[in-house]
Every structure is written in C-alpha cells, then in structure tokens.
C-alpha cells in the first residue's frame, strides 16, 4: 500500500501544468462562449442607447410644446434659428444628438436639429398621430424613434412608416470637406 502511494505522490510532482489538448479546450469554450455573448451585449448596449435617443426626443418634444404654449398653440418655424428658440426650454446641447450618431457621421448642415428631423407646421390642433420629431435614420436594430403631436412616443419599423402614408425620414447629406485656396498653407490651423 505504501509503494502505490508513493508511486501516485510521483505522478503529481512529475505534472507541473496542463496538456496542450486540456489547454485548447477551455481556449475553445472560452471562445464559443464569447461568440455567444458579443451579440447579446452589442443588442443591450443598443437598447440602451434607444431609449437615451427617446429621452432625447421626449425633452425636445415637451420643450417644442413649452415654446407652442407661449406662443399661442405655434411651432417653431422651420430653418436657421428653430433650434435656437428652444434653449430657453432645453439648455443641453447634447438633447439634440442621438446616441447612436457617431459625431464624425453628423455633417453640419442638418437644418440646425442636430441628429433628429422636425416636422414643422404644426398647430396643437392638428392630428394627434402627427410626427413631431423623429430620428433620420432607423439606428435602433431597424428601428427609428418618433415623437407624436399628443405628446406620445414610439419606435417605428420602416414598413410602419409607410404604412402611416409618411415618408421615410431624410438621410443627411454630408458636405464636402473645405478645402483651402492654393498658396494658403493647407488645413485650418496648420503651418502658414
């Protein structure tokens, strides 16, 4: 009994690490639970976003119906200086971008509003179901947020849009890069 323990005791100090084949097993369970999980993070990170966005949306929406109510049921008219109208009611500047927007996607002629789309015209006495605001693009895993007239909110599939006879939002079109006049030294802020 006494020369099989000692032969097992021998075994154990003779392995000092683990087999190769052990090895590549945990790195490819490792490796399928990982290939699991991305996606269920990427879809949650998303979500979270998607409901910032709405938030964002929510707050431009009560505050576009701050400005209506003193200014006798009117909307801000569309164009330069709408957004502008409103920093007595929302004084973030972040409330205009949608989380989702990356800030180099963002070109800077977007009708002042940022990463979202205003529908202006609007009285308080119109359609109850009439867009107010609504993202440009269908960021949210296909989805685009909206802000209704009444003050209610959504997440609409493209095929809900149509379906409601809207148009789909635009799509920002990016400007050109400036460029500079020959002879005058290149990009803003470097060498003259």
């Known amino acids: ?26 790195i490819a369970i490792i490796a399928i639970l990982a290939a ?10 998303e979500k979270a976003r998607s409901t910032a966005c709405m938030s964002n949306l ?28 409103l920093f007595d009611y929302v004084n973030n500047e972040q409330v205009f971008r949608c989380p989702s927007v990356y800030r180099e996607s963002v070109p800077g002629n977007l009708e002042d509003w940022g990463s979202y789309q205003y529908y202006p015209g609007l009285t308080n ?9 609504s993202d440009r693009e269908f960021l949210h895993n296909g989805r685009a947020n909206v802000v209704f007239l009444c003050g209610g909110n959504g997440s609409l599939l493209p095929s809900q849009w149509t379906a409601r006879g809207w148009e789909l939002p635009e ?12 002879g005058m030294g290149g990009a803003p802020g470097g060498p003259k």
């Open 58 to 85: 929510g707050q431009l929406g009560l505050s576009l119906h701050m400005y209506a109510q003193d200014w006798e049921g009117c909307f801000p008219p569309a164009g330069v200086g709408a957004r502008d109208s």
């Open 125 to 133: 006495d119109g359609a109850a179901k009439a867009r107010l605001l």
């Open 36 to 45: 699991i999980l991305f996606p269920v993070f990427a879809r949650a990170r």
């Open 171 to 182: 799509k920002p079109k990016a400007e050109p890069p400036p460029t500079s006049a020959p």
């Open 1 to 26: 009994m006494k020369r099989l323990h000692q032969n097992c005791s021998r075994r154990r100090a003779g392995r000092a690490g683990f087999t190769l084949i052990e090895l590549l097993t945990v």
